[in-house]
């Protein structure tokens, strides 16, 4: 069993940045891929961004495409997300999640739960206007 943890969510403005991250216990990211989700209140949980172990594959949702950047410490075993110009609509609890298996295709075929198998408790991003 693998147990993911976030950190790095708080209270924002408009405009501001913030360095979520995510780190696995029991296992190291090596050789498998890690998304991004978010879920705002009375919405469905949504993709964000997912990256390959290389580091090298991104792939992020139009929603963020441009202001967020995904990125794999294989030396630290940590995923960040890091997020800019952040809006009133970033809101939301944000997830990052891992797959059982090591995964060779392309990310754009990672954007639906069902597509990891490891998920960690969420930590609250909040953007005031």
């Known amino acids: 069993q693998v147990q993911l943890v976030e950190s790095g969510g708080g209270l924002v403005q408009a405009g501001d940045s913030l360095r979520l991250s995510c780190a696995p216990s029991?296992?190291?990211?090596?050789?498998?891929?890690v998304g991004w989700f978010r879920q705002a209140p009375g919405k469905e949980r949504e993709f964000v961004a997912a990256i390959k172990w290389s580091g090298r594959d991104t792939y992020y949702a139009d929603s963020v495409k441009g202001r967020s950047t995904i990125s794999m410490d294989n030396a630290k075993n940590t995923v960040s997300l890091q997020m800019n110009s952040l809006k009133p609509e970033d809101t939301a609890v944000y997830y990052c999640a891992t797959r059982n298996l090591y995964y060779s295709g392309p990310l754009t075929a990672l954007r639906r739960e069902r597509d990891y198998d490891f998920w960690g408790q969420g930590t609250q991003v909040t953007v005031s206007s």
């Open positions: 029991g296992r190291t990211f090596s050789c498998y891929a």
